[in-house]
């Protein structure tokens, strides 16, 4: 059994408790109050199954019995790697039931990310699907399990075990709660942790990010009472459950308010606009890429019941905030976060349209935030540098990498996001990109997300990442990723024209153009640019130059 040692010191249980942002609760304790005083209310939907807060109540039970006859309990690594179905949301609080931590992958993770991950946390169970978008799952954890031999048991959801596997249904058989029912299950302990999530890869390699109950619920809490969300709300949750987005604002939100969920296991914007209006969705969340298509999906669906739409996770242009409030009808929340603290900003439901449509929001209750440069001075409204965090949802340590850990705080104890921003003068942030993200061309800044901004307003442009490329005597030039519009070209003549039109400054134009289909994408949305950088050096190399395109 892995030992998770974590940053977590006495000084901030005491400060984040008595600032009453730590209320020492989990999840499946708001299960409990749920199914007694609301047991017949839908808790949760998905594409085959919907259960009533009581029925999940019992279901979990017989899945904590189960998976605790199979050896499963406290401080023990339950891994599941299944899409947004109602049997993942029952292991995770059945994980909880037992103290034991959950390990959530992405579906789309293969063979090399499973082997390293499973391997490097001990995971003695791991939870799969049959086969899921014509990929078997069974097939690959079947030839993968003579390399991971700490994971005892593999249970298998909608599909048919291999070689000494069983299937999910054992875990939910009434016979383990009636063997089991008499012995307590030790539950959670809020200041231990309870899950690893591994880093979605923007720069390469994962790191295993380690949350207790209270980090998680001081990121629900805020918002919550910043969008007055309440258990009227339906929330539609089409982002993995593996990765935060869906973990915190799907499966944790929900049951916090005992408010219904619906799941989406496979993005599809005219299935999404379906559910919204058959369901009655009321609030959803996604990255850059659900905003978009959700925005100019062709549909008669009613989604009028659609109130609150939070988009975090990567950049959004902010043309598409102006498009999704006018088109969808609904709050559009540019928000700002990362895996390391959950959303750490958003819009609230009250803020100007000037707000709206040109920053991520002010921080939520328990957060601070701070932009610095490059020797760690504050630096005043408006003038862009690297953003530090910290505060009450920040998680508490890298998964056996204490060294990562420390080299992400200054000496003061703020969080490096590695982000580059702005705050203005009433605190409002605004995203300008990645450190690794800025282009440093001849010594003059080239700000990212200001110009991948402008050129996804140009009529033939879909999507646009903007990279760094080398150059032998500015040290980079800029090179613009774009996806075309269907039935469109695009050339670099064009969109220089196009941001010469906007008065932009000449040095930020990008000097080559690469077209492409579709970018390289983490599970959260956002487009890994260290691929975008190496796809264009490899080119450069074989083109024998640098520079221009």
Known sequence: MPAFETDLGEARIRECTRGGFWRNETVEGYLDRWARERPTKTAMVDGVSRLTYAEAARAVERVAHGLAAHGAGPGGVISCQLPNWNEFILLLLAAGRLGAVVHPIPPIYRASELRFMLNRLESSVVVIPGTFRGFDHVAMLGALRPEVPRVEHVFVARGTPGDGMLPFTRLTDTAW??????????????????????????????????????????????????????????????????????????????????ATGVWLDVWNAAEAARLIAAEGVTFTMGATPFLQD????????????????????????????????????????????????????????????????????????????????????????????????????????????PDFTRESYTADGWFRTGDRAALDAEGCLSITGRSKDLIIRGGENIPVAEVENVLFEHPKVAGVAIVGMPDPR???????????????????????????????????????????AEFPMTPSGKIQKFRLRQLVADKLQREGGAGRG
């Open 177 to 258: 709660e009636a063997r089991e029912g008499r012995r307590g299950l030790p539950g959670s302990d809020p200041n231990r942790v309870h899950e690893v999530i591994f880093t979605s890869g923007t720069t390469g390699e994962p790191k295993g990010v380690m949350h207790t109950p209270n980090t998680v619920l001081a990121i629900i809490y805020p918002v919550i009472e910043r969008l007055a969300l309440s258990e009227r709300d339906v929330v539609l949750m089409s982002s993995t459950f593996a990765h935060q987005t869906g973990y915190l604002y799907g499966y944790c939100m929900t049951f916090v308010l005992g």
């Open 294 to 401: 959700l925005t100019y999906v062709t549909t008669q669906a009613d989604l009028s019941s659609l109130r609150v739409f939070i988009s975090a996770g990567a950049p959004i242009p902010r043309p598409l905030v102006r498009d999704a409030r006018a088109r969808l009808g609904c709050a559009i929340s540019p928000g700002w976060g990362m895996t390391e603290n959950g959303l750490v900003t958003c819009n609230g439901l009250d803020d100007p349209e000037e707000k709206v449509f040109t920053t991520d929001g002010h921080p939520l209750a328990g957060m601070a935030l701070s932009v610095v440069d490059e020797t760690g001075r504050g630096l005043p409204p408006r003038r862009e540098g690297d953003l530090l965090v910290r505060g009450a949802s920040q998680f508490v340590g890298y998964f056996k990498r």
């Open 474 to 516: 500015l040290q980079e030039r800029a090179c613009a990723f774009v996806i075309p519009k269907a039935g469109e070209t695009v050339t670099l003549a064009e969109l220089v024209a196009f941001l010469d039109a906007r008065q932009l400054a000449r040095q930020k134009f990008p000097e080559r153009l690469e077209l492409v």
